[in-house]
Nanobody
Framework: QVHFVESGGGLVQPGESLTLSCTEP????????IGWFRQAPGKEREGVSC????????YYADSVKGRFTISRDNAKNTVYLQLNSLKPEDTAVYYC??????????????????????WGQGTQVTVSS
């Protein structure tokens, strides 16, 4: 059964950076849009960013615009999320998943979580001084 593997989380201080990775050896990521989501304690899971399988601009939640950057390396079958200028409110478990409906990502369209499958276990990001 396919489940993505997220990695790269950790404990950092405000203002620091992390790079999250998302991969699954048995699944070809470049055919699908890949989304990053996060869930903070006591809150619902929210879409953070997504990158299309085709040439459209990625989506970023307003809360992370200008600080997070999503990218994909199809040769490595990996999608990355670069987290810069981290804030305590970025603390959450971060998940990646694939859009099996093959919907593209657009800057103004919030990813529909119901279209995403193969959720991993997530990687914890904690921002604290």
């Amino acid at each position: 059964q396919v489940h993505f593997v997220e990695s790269g989380g950790g404990l950092v201080q405000p203002g620091e950076s992390l790079t999250l990775s998302c991969t699954e050896p048995g699944f070809t990521l470049d055919y699908y849009s890949i989304g990053w989501f996060r869930q903070a304690p006591g809150k619902e899971r929210e879409g953070v960013s997504c990158i299309s399988y085709r040439d459209t601009s990625p989506y970023y939640a307003d809360s992370v615009k200008g600080r997070f950057t999503i990218s994909r390396d199809n040769a490595k079958n990996t999608v990355y999320l670069q987290l810069n200028s981290l804030k305590p409110e970025d603390t959450a478990v971060y998940y990646c998943a694939a859009n099996l409906m093959r919907s593209a990502c657009y800057p103004s369209v919030t990813p529909n979580q119901h279209e995403y499958e193969y959720w991993g276990q997530g990687t914890q990001v904690t921002v604290s001084s």
